[in-house]
């Protein structure tokens, strides 16, 4: 790239960290474009050579995977011509934005530093600049090169792989349970001690077509009764959040395994942390009992994650056995 510093691209897409309140502080809705986002942050222009691109103005719940895919492609044509990648969203879905970002771009892409704001631009101590000041370093940095889609938030760099958020208001509400941070930011230095272990990209964003196959989500609680077959109706895969590491009541087993038997069933813990049991426990409803029934672990994945792994490897055409093999691999 010519010229002294680094070349960024700064892609917003709403959230939090562009949204302004009414006159009363209350009621922010995003509204706010990247030229004004980035006249909020002192001494950007010392940091890189910055272009922006409104791709999104949206909560962040509003996002959709075709929107991510997208956002994935953009990235991929914009390779040659820049160094790194900002990407600014809302909270709410960010941890999903950064994995599914990890699934589909290859070690060519540029740094994409994912991050956002607890506090919108109204409330004292606003978290926005300085948060997009850090992800700017991190992703104009050689250190974040080469290692795939990180996420930057309160000054810590964080794994898309691990990173969950943790609270609904704390400035520092990301963090990774399993891991922790994998570096982080000091004054304009950008550490990356722990450098993660970088995999193929699942899929190229080009081959993906809409619509992508639909996944859902049931998280399993006391006294849980049997699934109903239209708990399944309509879902090409199912992801069921379970006790602990790997358990249900022994009551909800048979039809479990009845839905595994018409569409791939992914068990992920519903605690967050830790990884699932593969020969603890043999009781009815343990993890080797459903195991042996053909439900497949997903290891440390959380569930959210574990839908998008999986709705790729469907859009893919992965069979059963592919399907648990490359769930087995994510270490």
């Keep these: ?36 986002l980035l006249a909020s942050v002192p001494g950007a222009e010392r940091v890189a050579t910055v272009r922006t691109e409104s791709f999104r103005q949206y909560p962040s719940g509003d996002l959709t995977l075709a ?8 990235v991929h044509k914009r390779a040659g011509e820049v160094d790194g990648v900002v990407v600014t969203q809302g909270t709410d879905t960010l941890e999903e934005t950064s994995f599914l970002l990890d699934l589909l771009l290859d070690r060519d892409a540029p740094p994409v530093v994912l991050t956002g704001a607890m506090r919108n631009p109204g409330l004292p101590g ?19 090169r080469g290692l795939g889609p990180l996420v930057v938030f309160a000054d810590e760099i964080h794994l898309p792989r691990f990173v969950r958020k943790l609270h609904t208001s704390s400035i520092h509400a990301f963090g990774s349970p399993n891991a922790g941070p994998v570096g982080w930011v000091t004054e304009d230095r950008v550490r990356i001690p722990l450098v993660p272990r970088r995999r193929e990209a699942l899929c190229a964003p080009e081959s993906l077509s809409a619509p992508l196959p639909s996944v859902g989500i049931i998280r399993i609680g ?15 895969g199912l992801v069921v959040e379970v006790f602990g590491g790997g358990h249900v009541p022994s009551s909800i087993v048979d039809s479990l395994a009845e839905i595994g038997t018409r569409v791939p069933v992914v068990m992920a813990t519903r ?16 993890e ?19 839908r998008l792994l ?14 648990r093999d490359r769930f087995a691999a994510i270490p």
């Design 1 to 36: 790239m010519s010229g002294h510093l680094p070349h960024v691209l700064v892609v917003t897409m709403g959230g939090t960290i562009a949204s302004v309140p009414a006159a009363d502080g209350r009621d922010a809705v995003p509204r706010l474009g990247p030229a004004e």
């Design 67 to 74: 929107d991510v895919v997208e956002l994935a492609q953009l």
């Design 126 to 144: 606003a978290d926005g600049p300085g948060n997009l000041l850090a992800a700017l370093r991190v992703a104009a940095s050689p250190a974040a």
């Design 222 to 236: 006391l006294g849980a009764e049997p699934l109903r077959p239209e708990h399944a109706a309509g879902f090409d």
């Design 271 to 286: 605690t967050g942390a830790g990884e699932l049991y593969e020969s603890t426990y043999a009781f009815p409803g343990s």
């Design 288 to 306: 080797r009992d459903l195991l042996g029934r053909g439900l497949i672990s997903a290891g440390a994945l959380d569930g959210a994650k574990a």
């Design 310 to 323: 999986l709705i790729l490897l469907i859009a893919a055409d992965a069979g059963t056995d592919a399907i």
